[in-house]
């Protein structure tokens, strides 16, 4: 999904919020705007007597006029805006009632003017005899045609009532509406654009402008020196898949053209798979695999580069009802060689031994017989669900599994169950616990030190060695010398490279 990237989030959000404004657009060209549409709006709503029922201020000074008309006491002025501000003209026959009607609530209609500079001719319909009256509260208006985009003003006088009691404006419209508009000062004009085209206008300039900054910012910040392209392939150790797994995302996420995959079946069967990768490649050029082994390769596989990558600790696992903390290296042979067939020989409860080991394509299985069974091979093996013997002729219970996630699973599930994994993952594990040997509890200084007996130098193999400047050389580099250090460590394995490590994985 290398596609999923910061800008074309981005990009493709502003493709589809650009199509969905220009459908929107469309649509409303076709429906909204073709109804018929009468707005109003009350542009003025002030006292002009002494009786300031509002409370805003003082009460106005009366002059001229005002002075003379009985009760006036508590007039208002009221200009009321009545504009067509729908897409069409509005002849007098799309009104469907006699007219409009304007509601003054809580107030007295006094006297009413009708203003219009710009269309004269709109004052016609106002003139004949009962074409616009007055009655309480209540101003009834003519069917009066109004062009789009054309209006007249009503500046109404009013008594007995304060300041902002509310004004209504009713009526009935072929295929349209009478609604009232937002107020704005005297004489404005209404918004050119609509509040949703504002919006659609501030997000497409938002996306736009995020847009640009994510391709100006990555163009100017190239990848890391050292960064490679292509694909690669980490196979072999299952003990070192987690530390392998993690190295390679951080990688893939420090130079984003690079893809690789960690597939581990097992040290063995990794150097076999990168030696039959390498018979296949064309003119015995470098295949783009990495094969991590626990310890040396063996031999007969003289094509085979390798790098030592770090110090791995491995321990013996035991199984939570197993209540024993240490065993000497003597004890483990003896439980391995079958002379021990119940934990209460060796100090611990009454639960019969199980061996749960790895197959034949396991490096931690050879470590463990080279450095704790001292070269000796583990007993055949007996059982297929390593709780049970195949046959009553067995004398110990011992199963082989795939890779370390099984073997830690089995004896975290079986009472009694012994087995060997990489040290990280075991700590990691829940119904199990580590054996200290011999007294000692693996740690970095331990390993630096030598004092832990379970311990071996993981190497990264090549078929040949790797052309400079490929992602197999860059990744190697990478692991070793690298930020996967850094990861390395925090897994309990001692880097080769590191000052503390450079010595032991030279022994």
């Not at 809580?106 to 616009?132: C, K, N, S, W, Y």
């Not at 321990?315 to 939570?320: E, M």
């Amino acid at each position: 999904m290398g596609w999923l990237s910061a800008e074309n989030i981005v990009a493709v959000l502003t493709a589809v919020l650009g199509i969905v404004a220009a459908f929107a657009v469309v649509w409303y060209e076709r429906r909204v705007p073709r109804r018929r549409r009468i707005g109003y709006r009350v542009q003025m709503d002030t006292p002009i007597g002494s009786d300031n029922r509002s409370g805003q201020g003082q009460a106005n000074i009366r002059l001229g006029l005002f002075n003379d008309l009985p009760d006036m006491s508590d007039a208002t002025l009221v200009l009321l805006r009545i504009e067509n501000d729908g897409a069409e003209s509005i002849t007098d026959t799309d009104y469907t009632s006699n007219g409009l009607t304007a509601v003054f609530t809580e107030r007295i209609v006094r006297g009413v003017a009708v203003t219009q500079p710009d269309a004269e001719h709109l004052m016609d319909h106002f003139a004949p005899p009962g074409a616009m009256r007055h009655s309480d509260s209540t101003i009834y208006l003519p069917r009066v045609p109004l062009n789009r985009g054309q209006h007249y003003k009503l500046l109404v006088l009013l008594t007995s009532g304060g300041v902002g009691c509310h004004v209504r404006v009713t009526g009935g419209i072929r295929d349209g509406a009478v609604m009232p508009n937002r107020s704005t000062t005297v004489d404005d004009t209404p918004p050119l654009f609509s509040r949703p085209a504002r919006w659609i206008t501030i997000l497409l300039t938002l996306c736009v402008t995020a847009l640009a900054i994510i391709i100006v910012v990555r163009r100017n910040v190239p990848p890391p020196i050292g960064c490679a392209t292509g694909k690669l392939t980490v196979i072999g150790s299952t003990a070192f898949a987690p530390v392998a797994r993690e190295i390679a995302e951080k990688y893939e996420s420090d130079c984003p053209d690079s893809k690789i995959t960690v597939n581990p079946h097992g040290s063995n069967e990794g150097i076999q798979e990168l030696a039959e990768a390498g018979g296949e490649s064309a003119s015995g050029s470098s295949p783009a695999v990495i094969a991590v082994y626990d310890g040396s390769k063996p031999d007969g596989y003289l094509q085979m580069t390798g790098e030592r990558v770090a110090v791995s600790a491995f321990a013996l696992v035991v199984n939570d009802q197993v209540s024993t903390g240490n065993l000497t290296i003597d004890q483990i042979r003896r439980i391995y060689r079958g002379d021990v067939l119940n934990w209460n020989q060796v100090g611990g409860p009454d639960l019969p031994v199980l061996l749960v080991s790895r197959d034949a394509n396991s490096g931690t299985r050879d470590l463990f017989r080279r450095r704790i069974l001292d070269g000796v091979g583990e007993p055949a093996l007996t059982s297929l669900n390593c709780e049970h013997r195949n046959s009553p002729q067995d004398r110990v219970v011992r199963c082989e599994l795939d890779s370390t996630e099984r073997v830690l699973r089995t004896v975290a599930k079986l009472p009694g169950a012994i087995g060997y994994s990489e040290l990280q993952a075991a700590v990691m594990s829940k119904g199990l616990h580590t054996l200290r040997i011999n007294g000692q509890e693996s740690s970095i200084e331990a390993i630096g030190a030598s004092t832990y007996p379970f311990t071996e130098v993981e190497y990264a193999y090549t078929y040949g060695r790797p052309p400079a400047g490929s992602l197999t050389s860059s990744f190697l580099n990478y692991l070793t010398r690298g930020s996967g250090q850094d990861v390395m460590k925090a897994y309990g394995h001692l880097p080769c490279y590191s000052p503390e490590g450079f010595k032991r994985c030279q022994q």
